[in-house]
């Protein structure tokens, strides 16, 4: 067993964490640019805890433009294990209701102007995304929202669109009736594949706060709507969190899923073939094996 560091990747209400001792905002430089914001490091009960906010505050960074890479490779240079990611989405089942937690198992990705991997010429590497997050910190997740008395559904796919607008009518019901997806958000890809890359263990928490556009009885998604259901939302993810640090207080070593272990044979290009440049921009994800 090791001690974990657990890493909070949301939106704004969120790192006002209550009980979260020695709270300190800290900058860190990445070879991928600049992180969204400076991160929130401290200690919730025990457990070292980062929040990073994904827009940056003020929510600056649209869902395109969030530096994806450089906050991964942030969280990695702190020494990270374990990032749980809580964005809003849209909802495309009448049982998945606003108000309600859904602990993602599987993507789709629809993403097309994002970058998307931290290796590409240079150093060539292929990743196994086919179980994109980690079962033990879903459980975990799980298990704390439910503490907090939230309703939760404990698995769901999750489509990534690129945004920043929302469905039309017929892309909303595709992506329901035919494509079997079950919630919408803008921001989990590439973070879940890039977090799989740098070998962390990455769990998603989809607040829901509308039905996308394919309900009758509720028309085209509101912003005003969104934002009214996301405060309620930021409220229950707060109480959820509350209740992870003595759910991971501990953490088995190696992953069983193995996501620590992402790399082990994922690296394609031979030694002598290497890039420079690349080895040196991958020392924080890849130093393990590199």
Not at 137 to 142: D, G, I
Not at 195 to 217: F, G, K, N
Not at 234 to 241: I, W
Request: charged content about 20%.
């Amino acid at each position: 067993m090791q001690h974990p560091k657990i890493a909070i990747i949301g939106g704004s209400g969120l790192y006002d964490i209550q009980g979260l001792k020695n709270p300190r905002w800290q900058d860190i430089d990445t070879p991928w640019g600049a992180p969204s914001d400076a991160v929130l490091t401290g200690d919730l009960d025990g457990l070292p805890m980062v929040f990073l906010p994904r827009h940056g505050r003020g929510h600056i960074h649209s869902p395109t433009s969030v530096p994806y890479r450089a906050n991964i490779d942030a969280l990695k240079r702190l020494g990270v294990t374990d990032v749980v990611s809580i964005s809003a989405c849209g909802s495309f089942r009448e049982d998945m209701k606003p108000g309600d937690f859904v602990m993602v198992d599987q993507f789709i990705d629809r993403t097309f102007a994002r970058d998307k991997s931290f290796f590409g010429p240079g150093c060539v590497a292929h990743v196994s995304v086919a179980h994109p997050t980690c079962a033990r910190l879903t459980q975990a997740c799980q298990t704390a929202a439910q503490a907090a008395g939230v309703t939760v559904h404990g698995r769901g796919t999750y489509l990534a669109m690129e945004g920043p607008q929302f469905s039309t009518l017929a892309e909303s019901q595709m992506y329901r009736d035919h494509w079997g997806a079950d919630v919408i958000g803008m921001t989990n890809m590439p973070e879940a594949k890039l977090a799989r890359e740098a070998e962390l263990c990455y769990a998603s928490v989809a607040m829901i706060t509308d039905y996308d556009s394919w309900h009758p009885d509720h028309g085209e998604v509101e912003v005003t709507q969104i934002i009214e259901t996301l405060t309620a939302n930021a409220g229950k993810a707060r109480d959820m969190l509350r209740h992870l640090p003595a759910l991971l207080h501990t953490r088995p070593a190696p992953c069983p899923q193995g996501c620590d272990r992402a790399l082990e044979h994922a690296i394609l290009t031979a030694p002598q073939a290497r890039c420079p440049d690349m080895l040196s921009r991958l020392d924080a994800v890849a130093g393990r094996v590199l």
